[in-house]
């Protein structure tokens, strides 16, 4: 090989290793319990990689009702402050909440905005019909007097009483006959503007039967604040990015995760966690310090050392700080976890588990209560699973202006909490929190800590995705269009694992989404889905959980089933083997069957003996090098 051909051959390796290196680290594992997500282009003008693209929630698709369940009970007794509020700051939430079951309308009101909207606004964006929703469901309504709905209501003062069905059905009870006369006369001749619809059964009536009721401001009821979210209609269902007050990115800052630290650490003083009490760059000066260290990495080397580089994020979980204000701030002792505030005001980012053992952090989400004007507590509703990165991934911080970041003194103080217990210590890959377990219910059963009856789900999950994404893990990937069981199912590949789009757990997931069932009907008629779709309706942590519980349903199908090799039941490897040819071949194919798929790579029997192989050398992906340090949108 002469001179000229060598160089072109290290050329050649080189770009290899390079878009290996960027392919990887844009399909970065993110675990958000379903969240959408989107596909953000990361840029960096000094990198010598190509552009990365991010993961960031689609809060166009997110609403309070889809957010993951609070991870923790709680309560707060609102009995010193109500009196002086005007209102309700009692609160009792449970595991499993979703934030529309205990956040009120006042609650959000800075964040948000959300009662600026009214009932025919909020129809438009859920397309949820009024005219079948019953008052009832509206409990707002009940707490209105006729003097008030008649101020609040368009024209509802002129319309005679016979044609305000809720109305007329009230006077019945009172004795009082409605004839012609309109609200304004009735109100005036009996005196009876004091009166509310409490009084009668609301679930004979939908929402359109007081007419124009649906164009009133939520804010022009009264005592919108004490509303709960869940009690106006359709508003759960209102994503958080097309709110009056919008969830959006707040600045544009991405940053590489470098390295994840535990409760070891003490001393750190890079910080760029805190509150908006005092400032995002609280200090760590006891124990208990974990985090994680970001860089924006300039892919230049070490002698470029640039002010967002080495920075750390503290854990919240083993630190708190100073938060709220108003009349609220003494709530919860005056303290939150330490976090960032990249999303507005609406809720808290905080790193919860950095895990030096898998090389991992979960991040989650607290919320805070709020009286309107008066003031707010601390963020200390929580916490509720975010998403999880791994070592090199791309995280978005948001705003990190060195001005503004500035903390005077402030330090943190540890909140005592202790590690969470590994079930298996002996598997590292196994990344087990109390923010953000993989968990679902498989026929009444509880998978937790991604493993099923002695099968590792996670490390399975990356044997098949070794296979079926050529080694790189993409959940961005869209296999050929084919058609199997003599034509009644044609669809892709989509994902990670080449879920096919008629797939039982993918149409599930796909079609509880807006435009889910389009999406799905026109992949069966062959359309290819671009990266973009494929994430809108389809996205990472759906591919994950729809992969969990369909080889969670085959491994305990399977052990049921008798190995024609051995002529007893599947276990251990063999198990393992079947499982996998039952992902690849249907769960009707034959068993160690020679038969393939369109393109003859493996036959079955090799398909499940690769599987095993992956999944016996614990193969997974340890991350790689990326950089960035801005976005912008796609």
Not at 434 to 455: A, D, H, L, M, Y
Not at 466 to 473: H, K, N, Q, R, V
Not at 479 to 506: E, I, K
Not at 566 to 574: N, S, V, Y
């Amino acid at each position: 090989m002469n001179i000229t051909k060598k160089w072109i051959f290290v050329l050649v390796v080189i770009t290899f290793i390079i878009y290996n290196v960027t392919a990887k680290a844009a399909n970065s594992r993110y675990n958000n319990g379903s969240l959408p997500t989107r596909i953000v282009e990361v840029a960096n003008v000094q990198s010598r990689l190509p552009t990365n693209k991010l993961l960031l929630p689609d809060w166009k698709q997110i609403s309070l009702s889809q957010l993951p369940g609070i991870n923790q009970s709680g309560a707060i007794n609102g009995s010193p402050y109500n009196q002086i509020l005007g209102y309700d700051l009692s609160r009792t939430w449970t595991v499993g909440m979703t934030p529309d079951e205990y956040l009120k309308m006042g609650d959000i009101s800075e964040a948000l905005q959300a009662e600026q909207f009214s009932l025919q606004a909020i129809a438009d964006i859920t397309s949820i019909d009024l005219n079948n929703v019953p008052l009832s469901e509206f409990p707002l309504i009940e707490e209105q007097t006729l003097s008030h709905l008649a101020k609040v209501v368009p024209q509802l003062a002129q319309t005679p009483v016979k044609d305000i069905q809720p109305v007329a059905a009230l006077l019945q009870t009172k004795g009082i006959q409605p004839v012609n006369l309109r609200l304004s006369q009735i109100i005036k001749q009996y005196q009876i503007g004091q009166m509310q619809l409490k009084e009668i059964d609301l679930s004979k009536f939908s929402l359109t039967s007081i007419p124009n009721l649906e164009t009133v401001p939520i804010q022009d009821l009264t005592n919108w604040m004490n509303s709960f979210v869940k009690n106006i209609p359709g508003l759960g269902q209102v994503p958080l990015g097309l709110m009056p007050n919008p969830i959006i990115e707040i600045g544009n800052l991405v940053m590489r995760i470098d390295a994840v630290y535990g409760t070891a650490e003490n001393q750190r003083q890079n910080t760029i966690s805190g509150s908006d009490v005092q400032g995002f760059s609280v200090s760590c000066t006891q124990k208990d310090c974990a985090y994680v260290e970001l860089d924006n990495l300039e892919n230049v080397g070490a002698s470029d050392r640039s002010y967002e580089e080495g920075k750390q994020w503290i854990s919240g979980k083993y630190q708190e700080v100073e938060g709220g204000w108003g009349l609220l701030k003494a709530v919860n002792n005056g303290r939150e976890p330490t976090g960032r505030l990249p999303f507005g005001k609406a809720f808290k980012v905080v790193v919860m588990e950095p895990d030096e053992t898998t090389d991992t952090v979960d991040t989650a989400l607290y919320f805070r209560f709020c009286a309107w004007r008066k003031g707010c507590t601390p963020y200390f509703i929580g916490p509720i699973p975010f998403f999880s990165y791994e070592v090199n991934a791309l995280m978005f911080v948001g705003n990190l202006d060195s001005a503004n970041e500035q903390s005077e003194n402030f330090t943190s103080t540890p909140t005592g909490a202790t590690r969470a217990a590994r079930s298996n210590p002996s598997q590292s890959n196994t990344v087990t929190s109390q923010v953000n377990p993989c968990t679902f219910t498989n026929k009444g059963r509880s998978i937790i800590n991604q493993s099923f009856n002695g099968v590792n789900l996670r490390l399975l999950g990356n044997a098949i995705a070794e296979i079926e994404s050529a080694g790189s893990g993409d959940y961005k990937a869209v296999g050929v269009y084919t058609c199997a069981d003599n034509g009644l199912n044609c669809g892709r590949g989509l994902g990670r694992y080449q879920f096919m789009s008629y797939n039982p757990y993918a149409v599930q997931l796909i079609a509880a989404k807006t435009g889910g069932e389009q999406f799905l009907s026109r992949v069966k008629q062959g359309y290819q889905p671009t990266e973009a779709e494929l994430f809108e309706f389809f996205p990472p942590a759906d591919q994950d959980k729809a992969f969990m519980a369909d080889i969670a349903n085959k491994i305990q199908a399977t052990q049921s089933e008798i190995d024609p090799t051995t002529g007893q039941l599947f276990t251990g490897e063999r198990l393992i083997e079947r499982v996998a040819q039952k992902h690849f071949g249907g769960d009707n194919s034959k068993v160690d069957a020679s038969s393939s798929d369109a393109f003859g790579r493996l036959s079955l029997k090799d398909y499940g003996r690769t599987a095993l192989a992956l999944y016996s050398n614990n193969n997974s992906d340890n991350g790689t090098l990326t950089c960035a340090s801005s976005f912008a949108a796609k």
